[in-house]
């Protein structure tokens, strides 16, 4: 059976529709060496609090629009990581499973980020591996040459099947992940869309992949 493969911009702490496609493809490519894109998750995240939510957003530098992620410069404001680490701690530490992520968490925030794919591809890693995720997970600009679109990358695959996510409009796609959002147990009182999937982790530790699971369709997909 061919191989599935998923070819996305990584994201700042992925979603949950983000951790669920990375879930469902043997093999899954971060495409860092793509455009950031503004007003999307590729530098900040939802986090769950007791007013129901907050934005944290990694600050760049300023001009970064058309770069790819890999060469997207953070800003180097004063503090960044550690208002993003007290955000999460304060936010999450009375969740179930925080403990089991804190060491990671905050060996992060304690390292100085240069650029946004760098730091995105980290956290991507750290959220496939916590979710059990048993594909192989590499980024965009380790392969020769830094492909920068979709039909690229998949010229280094040439056996496998793209994965597309709902809503994406994408031709070389074989198949299509549709995911529907669980409603779950999370910190704070209520069941608030649209968290990081951190939210779910430190909630459901190891029962988290298979939330995520229960909730994805990978069905053929139709191009009209």
Same mark, same amino acid.
């Given at each position: 059976?061919?191989?599935?493969?998923?070819?996305?911009?990584?994201?700042y702490w992925?979603?949950?529709?983000?951790?669920?496609?990375?879930?469902?493809?043997?093999?899954?490519?971060?495409?860092?060496?793509?455009?950031?894109?503004?007003?999307?998750?590729?530098?900040?995240m939802r986090?769950?609090?007791?007013?129901?939510?907050?934005?944290?957003?990694?600050?760049?530098?300023?001009?970064?629009?058309?770069?790819?992620?890999?060469?997207?410069?953070?800003?180097?404001?004063?503090?960044?990581?550690?208002?993003?680490?007290?955000?999460?701690?304060?936010?999450?530490?009375?969740?179930?499973?925080?403990?089991?992520?804190?060491?990671?968490?905050?060996?992060?925030?304690?390292?100085?980020?240069?650029? $946004?794919?760098?730091?995105?591809?980290?956290?991507?890693?750290?959220?496939?591996?916590?979710? *059990? /995720? %048993?594909? =192989? +997970?590499?980024?965009?600009?380790?392969?020769?040459?830094?492909?920068?679109?979709?039909?690229?990358?998949?010229?280094?695959?040439?056996?496998?099947?793209?994965?597309?996510?709902?809503?994406?409009?994408?031709?070389?796609?074989?198949?299509?992940?549709?995911?529907?959002?669980?409603?779950?147990?999370?910190?704070?009182?209520?069941?608030?869309?649209?968290?990081?999937? $951190?939210?779910?982790?430190?909630?459901?530790?190891?029962?988290?992949?298979?939330?995520?699971? *229960? /909730? %994805?369709? =990978? +069905?053929?997909?139709?191009?009209?």
């Open positions: 059976m061919p191989s599935k493969i998923v070819i996305r911009p990584p994201e992925p979603g949950l529709a983000s951790a669920a496609l990375m879930l469902a493809a043997d093999i899954i490519v971060m495409a860092d060496t793509f455009q950031y894109s503004r007003q999307s998750f590729q530098n900040r986090v769950r609090n007791p007013d129901g939510w907050q934005w944290v957003s990694v600050p760049l530098k300023a001009g970064q629009h058309g770069r790819p992620q890999t060469r997207t410069i953070i800003r180097q404001v004063p503090g960044w990581r550690k208002r993003h680490w007290k955000a999460i701690l304060f936010n999450y530490r009375q969740s179930p499973y925080f403990d089991y992520y804190m060491e990671f968490i905050q060996t992060l925030y304690r390292r100085e980020w240069i650029s $946004l794919g760098e730091l995105n591809i980290t956290t991507s890693q750290f959220v496939y591996r916590w979710l *059990g /995720g %048993s594909g =192989i +997970l590499s980024s965009a600009s380790e392969l020769q040459g830094e492909p920068d679109t979709i039909e690229e990358i998949l010229g280094y695959y040439p056996d496998a099947q793209l994965i597309a996510p709902e809503g994406v409009p994408e031709p070389k796609s074989t198949h299509r992940l549709y995911f529907s959002p669980p409603d779950y147990r999370q910190t704070f009182t209520g069941s608030i869309s649209g968290m990081t999937v $951190l939210d779910l982790i430190f909630n459901y530790g190891p029962e988290s992949a298979g939330i995520l699971q *229960g /909730g %994805s369709s =990978i +069905l053929p997909a139709v191009h009209t």
